[in-house]
């Protein structure tokens, strides 16, 4: 069973930084279409950046685009977020997932629906 582990959430001033990790295991493919995703209570899940674990497709929504950065390490199966320039509105639950690789397609909007596998979630909180 293909499984998701985030780590790297706390609790951070305005401006600050956090990396965000999310380990993928028991995986079917050698690669997948992985992507962030963060939420907050009342609010739908939504989509933040997403890359080709194989390479390529990197996508970042207009909010986090200068300031986050999403990257994958094959050698370690490991998917990152770094963010920087934190921002109050960028508190919330966050979340890795990894899809077909076909949704990385730039013509494929960063939408929940296309993936399948989830993380159980980090929380990030930015103060001030």
């Known amino acids: 069973q293909v499984q998701l582990q985030e780590s790297g959430g706390g609790s951070v001033q305005t401006g600050g930084t956090l990396r965000l990790s999310c380990a993928l295991s028991?995986?079917?493919?050698?690669?997948?279409?992985m992507g962030w995703f963060r939420q907050t209570p009342g609010k739908a899940r939504e989509g933040v950046a997403r890359?080709?674990?194989?390479?390529?497709?990197?996508y970042y929504v207009d909010s986090v685009k200068g300031r986050f950065t999403i990257s994958h390490d094959s050698a370690k199966n490991t998917l990152y977020l770094q963010m920087n320039t934190l921002k109050p509105e960028d508190t919330a639950m966050y979340y890795c997932?990894?899809?077909?690789?076909?949704?990385?397609?730039?013509?494929?909007?960063?939408?929940?629906?296309?993936?399948?596998?989830w993380g159980q979630g980090t929380q990030v909180t930015v103060s001030s």
């Open positions: 028991g995986y079917t493919y050698n690669t997948y279409c």
């Open positions: 890359i080709d674990s194989g390479g390529g497709g990197e």
């Open positions: 997932a990894a899809g077909l690789r076909t949704y990385c397609r730039g013509d494929v909007t960063l939408e929940t629906f296309y993936f399948g596998y």
